[in-house]
């Protein structure tokens, strides 16, 4: 059962989940789960992946929660914990080409409508460029332009500099540019 | 051949210009970043006036166009992986269980996480008490009694609590401009009820803790 917790700040659920209250964390994985798992789909590309890696982290997140400072906020330290753990599934996966499990919960192919054809091909041309780009740019493309986080936002949850991430930006903003110029 | 009074349109070419810079002198990935935050439309001053920086603009954001696309497509979580991180979490948290019953057809048992569960639905229903989080912990009785127990216990109350003592800590949000005392005592009265209602529970007691106000 969910609590009447539209009520309470994200500040009030972590300290009572930090109290051993474990339905205030129900409540905070009600509210963040999905950012957990879309993350790690944008960052994966794979849908299996992605429910791998949100699970991870989220119980990571309980695991983790008595050293949890409220000097962030609670969503900011779930990008970071989700994040790490997508990295680290990155580099210890060997390059893979691209797979239908890209393409999301497409509908059967005979009676696909031009629109839900475009779509598919949209989202699996748009997965495929993301997942290509290096981890840094991957993770400052899907933080900033999938996200809606600020450069100083994506510093602070990658460990980097402003600057830094502006750079990944810049660069992985012109990979795509230049992959999705090709396939247009 | 594209001369410099040309706007250029392939994005390749725009963002493999000399030192990435636009007829103009503009920097072709500033316009890029432009497009891609969705601010093509606001033009600078130098842009209004500028054919190439306009064209670029377009360019870069017809191509940003399905990543804005895929940006926006809902993505919500399986609730398969919800089940499986509460699966996970049950198992981590460290259980303690009320014995109700231990005879040779079988024990009963009632996880405390379900006590507590129960009396925060009870607290919900009290008018005035806005959140509820429920807590149930060992009393010090059933810990002693568990210790003294441990040497000759039903083998499947391994983990458990005998006896039928149950202490539930309560974490209260109140509306605000309510009787505090007032509602804590209806809280315990109200949670100690449907426990021994719900579960055979008698030995029940309630510590309510209201740490905040809500508007």
Known sequence: MRVKGADVDDGYLVQRAQEGYLDAFAELVERHGPLAYRVALRLLGSHHDAEDVAQEALVAAWQQLPGFKADSAFSTWLYQIVTRRALNRITRARPTAASLDQLGDVAGTDNQTAATAERDLTISAVTSAVTALPPPQRIAIVLHHFEGLSNAEIAVITGSSIAAVRSHLFRGRRTLSEKLAEWR | ?215
């Open chain 2, 1 to 215: 051949m594209t001369g410099d009074d040309q706007p250029i349109r392939d994005v390749r070419v725009l963002l493999s210009g000399a030192r990435g810079r636009l007829a103009c002198g503009m920097d072709a990935d500033e316009l890029l970043e432009q497009a891609a935050d969705g601010y093509a439309g606001q033009l600078t001053g130098h842009q209004q006036e500028c054919p190439h920086c306009q064209a670029a603009l377009q360019e870069f954001s017809r191509v940003w166009e399905p990543v804005r696309r895929l940006a926006s497509e809902p993505v919500a979580i399986p609730a398969a992986v919800k089940a499986a991180v509460f699966g996970q979490l049950r198992d981590l948290v460290s259980d303690v269980w009320y014995t109700l019953q231990v005879t040779d057809d079988g024990a009963i048992r009632i996880a405390a996480r379900v006590v507590a569960a129960i009396a925060r639905r009870a607290a919900q229903k009290v008018p005035g008490v806005g959140v509820a989080f429920g807590r149930s912990t060992r009393s010090k009785a059933a810990g002693l009694a568990e210790q003294s127990t441990l040497g000759h216990r039903h083998q499947h109350s391994a983990v458990g609590v005998l006896g039928r003592t149950a202490v539930v800590d309560l974490a209260l949000a109140v509306r605000y401009g309510e009787n505090l005392d007032l509602i804590a005592r209806q809280v315990q009265q109200r949670v100690i009820a449907d426990l021994r209602a719900c579960t055979g529970l008698q030995d029940i007691a309630v510590n309510v803790t209201v740490d905040d106000i809500l508007p």
